[in-house]
């Protein structure tokens, strides 16, 4: 029964990560929130073999994305189209009843004006999913970068 059980969480899941990761290559970032809880919290993480520790690039809790989605318009933009592709790896239960962590390995791509593309990024996502009363939302992101230098003019959730 349990592996049935993880089975349908899996299910569950997959249109919430896959569908938040849609929202985001259209740039329709109310959509994209409509996926998350409030509270949420989103970071970006990426390791420095340098510093030999994680360094936190950017983090903000839904009113703190907004304040950026609203704010894009002053910033230099990436031109072209940003997909993920997005693969759920694995479902399981947090330490909070009800919630659970979902990792999925990301890879980005930007394809520019010309329709060149290249890889821009690849990481993981580590998710909170909320699954109480019925409501499956995101909680909590956090972006584990394994790309360090992701160039100039990107300012949007990757």
């Given at each position: 029964?349990?592996?049935?059980?993880?089975?349908?969480?899996?299910?569950?899941?997959?249109?919430l990560i896959g569908g938040a990761g849609l929202a985001l290559d259209d740039g329709d970032f109310a959509r994209f929130l409509g996926y998350c809880d409030d509270p949420f919290n989103y970071r970006i993480r990426v390791w420095s073999p340098d510093l030999k520790k994680?360094?936190?690039?950017?983090?903000?809790?839904?009113?703190?994305?907004?304040?950026?989605?609203?704010?894009?318009?002053?910033?230099?933009?990436?031109?072209?189209?940003?997909?993920?592709?997005?693969?759920?790896?694995?479902?399981?239960?947090?330490?909070?009843?009800?919630?659970?962590?979902?990792?999925?390995?990301?890879?980005?791509?930007?394809?520019?004006?010309?329709?060149?593309?290249?890889?821009?990024?690849?990481?993981?996502?580590?998710?909170?999913?909320?699954?109480?009363?019925?409501?499956?939302?995101?909680?909590?992101?956090?972006?584990?970068?394994?790309?360090?230098?992701?160039?100039?003019?990107?300012?949007?959730?990757?």
């Open positions: 029964m349990n592996d049935l059980k993880r089975l349908l969480e899996r299910e569950a899941v997959r249109p994680d360094m936190t690039w950017l983090e903000h809790d839904r009113e703190g994305l907004i304040e950026l989605f609203k704010s894009l318009p002053e910033h230099l933009q990436r031109q072209g189209r940003l997909h993920r592709q997005v693969t759920v790896a694995t479902v399981e239960p947090s330490n909070v009843d009800g919630f659970l962590v979902v990792t999925s390995p990301f890879v980005v791509h930007h394809t520019n004006l010309e329709g060149q593309t290249h890889t821009l990024a690849v990481g993981r996502y580590i998710d909170i999913v909320n699954m109480i009363d019925e409501k499956i939302v995101l909680t909590a992101r956090d972006v584990m970068l394994d790309t360090r230098d992701l160039g100039i003019g990107l300012h949007v959730p990757i």
